[in-house]
Protein backbone atom coordinates (compact mmCIF):
# COMPACT_ATOMS: atom_id res chain seq x y z
CA UNK A 1 0.00 0.00 0.00
CA UNK A 2 1.12 3.88 -0.97
CA UNK A 3 0.10 6.59 1.30
CA UNK A 4 0.71 9.86 -0.38
CA UNK A 5 1.42 13.43 2.10
CA UNK A 6 0.86 16.10 0.19
CA UNK A 7 3.47 19.22 1.76
CA UNK A 8 4.51 22.46 0.17
CA UNK A 9 7.56 22.07 -1.80
CA UNK A 10 9.66 24.30 1.41
CA UNK A 11 8.49 21.84 3.74
CA UNK A 12 9.88 18.91 1.35
CA UNK A 13 13.23 21.10 1.27
CA UNK A 14 13.12 21.58 5.14
CA UNK A 15 12.91 18.45 6.27
CA UNK A 16 14.45 15.96 3.46
CA UNK A 17 17.62 18.30 5.41
CA UNK A 18 16.56 17.29 8.47
CA UNK A 19 15.28 13.31 7.45
CA UNK A 20 16.61 12.57 4.42
CA UNK A 21 14.36 10.02 3.12
CA UNK A 22 10.78 11.09 3.96
CA UNK A 23 9.24 7.62 2.75
CA UNK A 24 11.66 5.45 5.22
CA UNK A 25 10.74 8.44 7.79
CA UNK A 26 7.16 8.15 7.78
CA UNK A 27 7.29 4.52 7.60
CA UNK A 28 9.36 4.61 11.05
CA UNK A 29 7.48 7.06 12.35
CA UNK A 30 4.09 5.52 11.25
CA UNK A 31 5.39 2.41 12.95
CA UNK A 32 6.84 3.85 16.47
CA UNK A 33 3.88 5.56 17.30
CA UNK A 34 0.99 2.35 15.70
CA UNK A 35 3.20 0.14 18.19
CA UNK A 36 3.17 2.29 20.98
CA UNK A 37 -0.59 2.94 20.93
CA UNK A 38 -0.20 -0.83 20.94
CA UNK A 39 -2.47 -0.86 17.51
CA UNK A 40 0.87 -3.67 15.93
CA UNK A 41 2.39 -5.67 17.68
CA UNK A 42 6.17 -5.93 17.76
CA UNK A 43 5.82 -8.85 14.63
CA UNK A 44 3.87 -6.21 12.95
CA UNK A 45 5.87 -3.47 13.57
CA UNK A 46 8.63 -5.58 12.00
CA UNK A 47 6.54 -6.39 9.67
CA UNK A 48 6.11 -2.82 8.27
CA UNK A 49 9.78 -2.09 9.14
CA UNK A 50 11.02 -4.63 6.95
CA UNK A 51 13.36 -6.00 9.73
CA UNK A 52 13.89 -8.52 11.90
CA UNK A 53 12.42 -8.71 15.33
CA UNK A 54 15.65 -8.62 17.05
CA UNK A 55 16.14 -5.52 14.55
CA UNK A 56 12.83 -4.33 15.35
CA UNK A 57 13.17 -4.28 19.30
CA UNK A 58 16.58 -2.29 19.43
CA UNK A 59 15.15 0.10 16.73
CA UNK A 60 12.29 0.96 18.92
CA UNK A 61 14.84 1.30 21.85
CA UNK A 62 17.00 3.11 20.80
CA UNK A 63 14.41 5.48 20.00
CA UNK A 64 13.37 5.58 23.69
CA UNK A 65 10.19 2.85 23.37
CA UNK A 66 8.91 0.87 26.12
CA UNK A 67 8.58 -2.58 24.60
CA UNK A 68 6.69 -3.53 27.88
CA UNK A 69 7.49 -7.24 27.50
CA UNK A 70 5.48 -9.62 29.07
CA UNK A 71 5.73 -13.19 30.21
CA UNK A 72 3.87 -14.34 27.23
CA UNK A 73 5.86 -11.89 24.48
CA UNK A 74 8.95 -13.71 26.47
CA UNK A 75 7.22 -17.46 25.94
CA UNK A 76 6.22 -16.43 22.39
CA UNK A 77 9.96 -15.23 21.85
CA UNK A 78 11.47 -18.61 23.23
CA UNK A 79 8.83 -20.87 20.90
CA UNK A 80 9.83 -18.80 17.63
CA UNK A 81 13.57 -19.59 18.88
CA UNK A 82 12.79 -23.62 19.22
CA UNK A 83 11.22 -23.41 15.76
CA UNK A 84 13.79 -21.63 13.95
CA UNK A 85 11.83 -18.31 13.27
CA UNK A 86 13.47 -15.56 15.37
CA UNK A 87 13.93 -13.04 12.73
CA UNK A 88 12.23 -14.26 10.23
CA UNK A 89 9.78 -11.11 10.01
CA UNK A 90 11.45 -10.18 6.23
CA UNK A 91 11.27 -13.46 5.19
CA UNK A 92 14.86 -14.84 5.32
CA UNK A 93 16.18 -18.28 6.76
Not at 19 to 46: F, H, M, P, T, V
Not at 62 to 73: A, F, I, P, S, Y
Request: glycine share 10%.
Amino acid sequence: MAVLIDISAEAEKLLKAEWGDLNQAAREALAIESYRQGKLSLGQCSEVLGISLVETEAFLRNRGVDLGLTMQDVQNDLDCLSAGLWGQADGRR
